[in-house]
């Protein structure tokens, strides 16, 4: 051994062991996120990268899926990266900058005009592997780009309003129904809950900020926030009342006082409900059960005020996020049968449940149907029932759609610490937004 | 260079011809092999240094948008800054923060650095309590910690409670939230502080002797002696801390969850400069942006080592 120490090692030698050492990293790099269960993988094996935004939680249960597909696809495995929104955005962009993107990819709406008119993203309709007969058209539509295919729902969801009856019970409070109150019915009803706990808890706790809000309030009045020639179809008048009616609503003592909000839209455990600090709030209602686990009480799930009242309805099947394929996939067959697996495999739906909204194929749907628990029977049978309406058509998202939401939170906050006026924050809104909106 | 030529003085005397003869014997060669091997890392870093730069400087010429091919549209980046009022909120924000935080936390760590220099027991233990915020200060970890401290139920407003004042909602009204992370700089004030401290080290003890035997006070000793003497250590610190301070990122990042908010209060110059290569995909302007920061900085460094001639004092 200790000759070899002083004989100098062939530079071949070194440099082979270099390559072996490389090849060796690269191919652990390869299989170690897959997680995969030796499905027979020897020549010929295709690797496919798949990435989405998520908790350990979601992760978990995809996983699950993904085993199943591997066993039905021998030959194919699929490695996983998964993150938060936030950096999952940025990760996303810098990754499709490298050229290098992911083979699938889960798409935020407002960012999927973004991704498609760059030419990023393949065309779903193009690839013969991924199956659409089931699903219905309104859905296709939400992921449709100059008559092309870009995104698939993941499943669907829209807003609704949770509230602790366990509070409201106590304070003496009746719920209004839901499914003719109005926002008036609604101030007034958080109102009353303040007064009556003696303000330790408030009424209301909606995040003003968040786009859905103002998304359904333009709608009920016979508008569209964003048109179907993906320009911004909202009127200032209607962004004025948004912002107004927190403001009356924080004077009359239902919403809590300004700064009061330090880290809403975090997980169910961390909100102000959760705390016990607000009696109501708007949640994506395929987190209803996260909510109903999290606080201590009984929540019950409502549709949101004004459904009714207003001119035309507000609500719209929405997809929670979507399926996307690169157009610089090198494996975009593969790629469509993954695809094709998450959206029409009722064994794979099976564990995956309802984390990623209700399934878009009513068989699949069906299916899971039975293994649901109370709480996301609640929340399934209310979209359900959503989706029977006679429901006003909603379209795809803008490019510069992540601006206007960024814009909003701005103006929010000016606006909840009475450094503007709503009026002028709708019409500053109006500006900004326009301006960034396909610009 | 210097590791190259040291080494084998250290390391391997036989092999160390004196005279330096122009023929590299094999033994030398290894050598000489494994110091490049040493500087390795550093080529590589230089490699990922100089690319970038060289490609963010093409990109500030052009509209690249991060998924298509970049074109060329001259000095349009520049033009569009002038017009653009986050920009310009950004830009407020880098500099109120800078020169409000810079002075105050280099005169926390000189008056800190004084009290610790007059020999106090068990000085390592004082010099790292105070050092290890600044090890930390820019840490996600500590800036979620900050967060909490200031939340409106945290230890700030709880302490305000007890004296029955309503705190304010530190975090999350634009109003308090830049001085919020002004403090967090403040405090973090420990390794400025650890260099003072190795300056006083150095002013010689008997200066003070002969003072004190003259009749002069110690704030008079201050003034004449310690000022003059570590005057080319405040000069370092100074630099150090003004160019940190306009870099600022992580602070402003995860205090509000990257938006620079509530309302752009927060929106320091390089958060704004992310924000606009990635999540509006400009990163032909955010490229333009970098180089703007770089001439501010080199901006005010020049004119620190100009005014520099006026006040900082070398011995020799």
């Given at each position: 051994m200790k000759k070899t120490t002083n004989t100098p090692i062939p530079r071949r030698v070194v440099l082979g062991a270099a390559v072996v050492a490389a090849g060796l990293a690269l191919s652990a790099c390869g299989g170690g996120g897959a997680g995969t269960s030796g499905a027979g993988s020897s020549g010929g094996n295709v690797e496919l990268n798949f990435v989405f935004w998520g908790d350990a939680n979601r992760a978990k249960m995809t996983e699950a899926a993904l085993r199943i597909f591997e066993k039905k696809n021998p030959g194919i495995t699929v490695k996983t990266e998964y993150q938060d929104s936030a950096p999952y955005a940025d990760k996303l962009a810098t990754r499709f900058a490298g050229g290098n993107p992911p083979d699938v990819l889960a798409m935020a709406n407002r960012s999927l005009l973004e991704y498609a008119q760059r030419g990023t993203l393949a065309d779903l309709k193009s690839l013969p592997e991924l199956n659409l007969d089931k699903v219905p058209e309104t859905t296709l539509s939400r992921g449709e780009v100059d008559g092309k295919l870009y995104g698939l729902a993941t499943g669907v969801t829209t807003i609704g309003m949770v509230v602790n009856k366990t509070i409201t019970d106590q304070a003496g409070v009746t719920i209004p129904d839901d499914k003719t109150w109005s926002w008036e019915d609604y101030a007034k009803f958080a109102t009353e809950v303040t007064q009556k706990t003696g303000g330790k808890v408030y009424g209301a706790g909606y995040d003003v900020a968040t786009e859905t809000g103002p998304i359904m309030l333009a709608r009920q009045r016979g508008e569209d926030f964003y048109t179907k020639d993906n320009k911004l179809g909202v009127s200032e008048k209607t962004i004025e009342d948004w912002f107004q009616y927190s403001v009356d609503l924080r004077k009359a003592g239902g919403y809590p006082p300004a700064g009061f909000f330090e880290q809403i839209g975090g997980s169910p455990a961390q909100s102000y409900l959760a705390k016990g600090t607000v009696a109501s709030q708007i949640i994506p209602i395929n987190n209803f059960r996260g909510y109903n686990e999290a606080v201590e009480g009984e929540v019950v799930l409502l549709r949101i005020p004004g459904e009714t009242s207003g001119e035309r309805r507000g609500y719209s099947a929405d997809p929670t996020m979507l399926w996307s394929i690169a157009a610089k996939s090198k494996h975009p067959k593969e790629a469509a049968k993954l695809v094709d697996f998450l959206t029409n495999d009722a064994e794979g739906a099976a564990e995956v449940l309802t984390q990623r909204g209700v399934p878009i194929n009513p068989e699949v749907a069906d299916s899971i149907t039975p293994k649901l628990s109370a709480d996301d029977k609640t929340f399934v049978n209310l979209m359900a029932a959503i989706q029977e309406e006679d429901l006003p058509p909603a379209y795809v998202y803008p490019k510069g759609a992540s601006v206007v939401a960024d814009t909003l939170k701005q103006l929010t906050t000016e606006v909840e610490f009475g450094r503007i006026s709503p009026a002028d924050a709708a019409k500053t809104f109006m500006e900004k937004s326009n301006a960034a909106i396909n610009k | 260079m210097t590791v190259l030529t040291k080494q084998p003085r250290g390391a391997a005397p036989a092999s160390a011809s004196p005279g330096?003869?122009?023929?590299?014997?094999?033994?030398?060669?290894?050598?000489?092999?494994?110091?490049?091997?040493?500087?390795?890392?550093?080529?590589?870093?230089?490699?990922?240094?100089?690319?970038?730069?060289?490609?963010?400087?093409?990109?500030?010429?052009?509209?690249?948008?991060?998924?298509?091919?970049?074109?060329?549209?001259?000095?349009?980046?520049?033009?569009?800054?002038?017009?653009?009022?986050?920009?310009?909120?950004?830009?407020?924000?880098?500099?109120?923060?800078?020169?409000?935080?810079?002075?105050?936390?280099?005169?926390?760590?000189?008056?800190?650095?004084?009290?610790?220099?007059?020999g106090l027991q068990g000085l390592s233990i004082y010099r790292s309590v105070y050092y290890l915020p600044s090890l930390l200060g820019g840490s996600v970890a500590i800036v979620m910690l900050w967060r909490y401290i200031f939340g409106n139920d945290g230890i700030v407003n709880?302490?305000?409670?007890?004296?029955?004042?309503?705190?304010?909602?530190?975090?999350?009204?634009?109003?308090?939230?830049?001085?919020?992370?002004?403090?967090?700089?403040?405090?973090?004030?420990?390794?400025?502080?650890?260099?003072?401290?190795?300056?006083?080290?150095?002013?010689?003890?008997?200066?003070?002797?002969?003072?004190?035997?003259?009749?002069?006070?110690?704030?008079?000793?201050?003034?004449?002696?310690?000022?003059?003497?570590?005057?080319?250590?405040?000069?370092?610190?100074?630099?150090?801390?003004?160019?940190?301070?306009?870099?600022?990122?992580?602070?402003?990042?995860?205090?509000?969850?990257?938006?620079?908010?509530?309302?752009?209060?927060?929106?320091?110059?390089?958060?704004?400069?992310?924000?606009?290569?990635?999540?509006?995909?400009?990163?032909?302007?955010?490229?333009?942006?970098?180089?703007?920061?770089?001439?501010?900085?080199?901006?005010?460094?020049?004119?620190?080592?100009?005014?520099?001639?006026?006040?900082?004092?070398?011995?020799?």
């Open positions: - | 330096g003869a122009p023929r590299i014997r094999p033994s030398r060669r290894r050598k000489q092999r494994s110091g490049y091997l040493f500087l390795l890392p550093w080529f590589l870093g230089m490699l990922f240094t100089v690319i970038p730069f060289f490609a963010s400087l093409y990109l500030a010429f052009t509209d690249y948008n991060l998924f298509t091919e970049p074109n060329f549209v001259g000095l349009a980046n520049f033009q569009a800054m002038f017009e653009d009022p986050r920009l310009i909120q950004s830009l407020k924000v880098t500099f109120i923060y800078t020169f409000v935080s810079v002075p105050i936390s280099l005169a926390v760590a000189l008056l800190v650095a004084l009290v610790l220099n007059r709880g302490f305000l409670g007890i004296f029955g004042i309503q705190g304010p909602a530190w975090v999350t009204d634009p109003q308090f939230s830049l001085s919020t992370l002004i403090v967090l700089n403040v405090w973090t004030f420990g390794s400025p502080m650890v260099i003072f401290l190795a300056g006083l080290r150095q002013v010689p003890g008997m200066y003070y002797e002969a003072a004190s035997i003259d009749g002069a006070s110690k704030w008079r000793q201050f003034r004449s002696i310690t000022l003059p003497l570590i005057s080319p250590i405040i000069f370092f610190n100074l630099i150090m801390q003004l160019i940190g301070s306009f870099q600022t990122f992580t602070q402003g990042y995860v205090m509000s969850g990257g938006t620079g908010g509530p309302a752009d209060s927060t929106l320091f110059y390089n958060l704004y400069l992310y924000q606009k290569g990635f999540t509006e995909f400009e990163m032909g302007y955010a490229s333009a942006m970098a180089w703007l920061l770089l001439m501010i900085i080199a901006i005010f460094t020049a004119i620190n080592f100009i005014a520099s001639k006026f006040w900082v004092f070398y011995d020799n």
